[in-house]
């Protein structure tokens, strides 16, 4: 077992080189269902809760570290190409697939609590409601709506845990549907968003030794000095120290978009390393310690995403959304800012922008949602 964090490093780092290694050495036709990014994200989750790593102070931090560290200075990289015009191009569609999501969620956590209240009498309707603002925002709404409607400590581990492994779950599934878009949204009659937001590469050449160095040491420096920033900006329940961070980072790599510095060669290269690398950290902080503890949440929290895809699927063919589009909403919704910006630039780098304006929005209307599927269960709910 690892104990340390070197040794630790050197697995992620093994971890997030080895499949695209394979794919560009092979391109067997398992990566063409299977992209490298969701088996990296299988193979850290399957070492991590099979034990490799101990979960202890010095990797627990380290861990932390590394994401609140390298997910900054991949957004700066990230941005260096993107155009903000053609996102504003994709006008009203976006919206409307994030209100869509967000109403095929409310059906999702009705219906289920309808299906399963003869086993959620008394106040076990109360972990779905604060999961509700989870699943619409993040953690901090989810403790908004906790102490809104009086949920006991004891209860709210039962929406942290069913979060935790819906959110898993859920993530694999996204990052796996990405070889299915075309399919997709030829049945629904929609183009691409990833075509309607054209990624300029301003630079083809490739990455060398000393523009690896640069951009990977002026990223962190950006990352650093956002962080440094967000720490002296007011927060709320809503916006975060993160959430300012991710912001700021946005913003320079967006400004640093219109300047000569977004012609020097290799952003996209460190921004691709950088990426697989920051997704095998997040895997192996996966722990599903407490599983058999809330068997009737966890099934509750799948059957709310089964019915939630279903829904958006029916809704993507009425109102011809594409995939790309539909699956950015859903883990802005489900798995928040950090997350989805991740899930964009695996689809579409030119659709991270979007993915961050989509979280923030589910921030902003997380709590407001939480409570209101609140009233409704607890109107429902068996005395």
């Known amino acids: 077992m690892i104990q340390t964090v070197w040794p630790y490093l050197a697995v992620m780092l093994l971890c997030a080189g080895i499949f695209p290694a394979l794919e560009r050495r092979f391109e067997w036709r398992l990566f063409k269902v299977m992209p490298p990014i969701v088996l990296t994200y299988l193979l850290v989750t399957a070492l991590s809760v099979s034990g490799l790593w101990q979960i202890n102070e010095a990797i627990r931090g380290t861990q ?202 290799g952003a996209n290269a460190i921004s691709s390393a950088l990426l697989i690398g920051v997704v095998a950290v997040l895997a192996s902080q996966s722990n599903f310690e407490g599983i058999g503890e809330a068997p009737m949440y966890l099934l509750c929290g799948l059957t709310i995403i089964v019915m939630h895809a279903v829904l958006l699927i029916l809704a993507a063919r009425v109102f011809h959304f594409d995939l790309y589009l539909c699956g950015i909403a859903s883990l802005a919704h489900i798995g928040g800012v950090a997350a989805t910006p991740l899930l964009a630039a695996s689809y579409s780098r030119s659709l991270v922008p979007v993915g961050i304006l989509l979280a923030l929005l589910g921030y902003i209307l997380g709590t407001g949602f939480g409570l209101g599927v609140a009233s409704i269960l607890s109107a429902l709910a068996l005395p």
């Open 64 to 265: 932390a570290n590394l994401i609140g560290r390298l997910v900054p200075a991949l957004l700066f990289l990230l941005m260096i190409n993107c155009d903000l015009r053609a996102i504003f191009r994709l006008g009203p569609r976006v919206l409307g697939v994030f209100f869509c999501t967000s109403l095929c969620l409310l059906i999702a956590f009705v219906a289920t609590f309808l299906l399963y209240r003869n086993w959620l009498a008394g106040d076990a309707w109360q972990p779905l409601a604060a999961l509700s603002g989870s699943w619409v925002g993040g953690s901090a709404n989810m403790i908004a709506v906790k102490q809104a409607i009086g949920m006991s400590d004891s209860l709210l581990a039962m929406s942290l845990l069913t979060d935790a492994l819906g959110y898993s779950m859920w993530v694999v599934v996204l990052f796996s549907v990405a070889p299915l878009a075309g399919a997709f949204n030829r049945w629904t009659r929609a183009q691409s968003s990833a075509d309607l937001v054209v990624v300029e590469l301003r630079s083809h050449a490739p990455a060398t030794p000393d523009s690896v160095l640069v951009w990977l040491g002026l990223a962190l420096l950006v990352g650093a000095g956002c962080a440094a920033l967000a720490a002296l900006l007011p927060t709320s329940s809503m916006i975060s120290a993160t959430t300012w961070t991710i912001l700021l980072a946005t913003a320079s790599g967006l400004v640093a978009a219109h300047t000569p510095l977004a012609r020097y060669p």
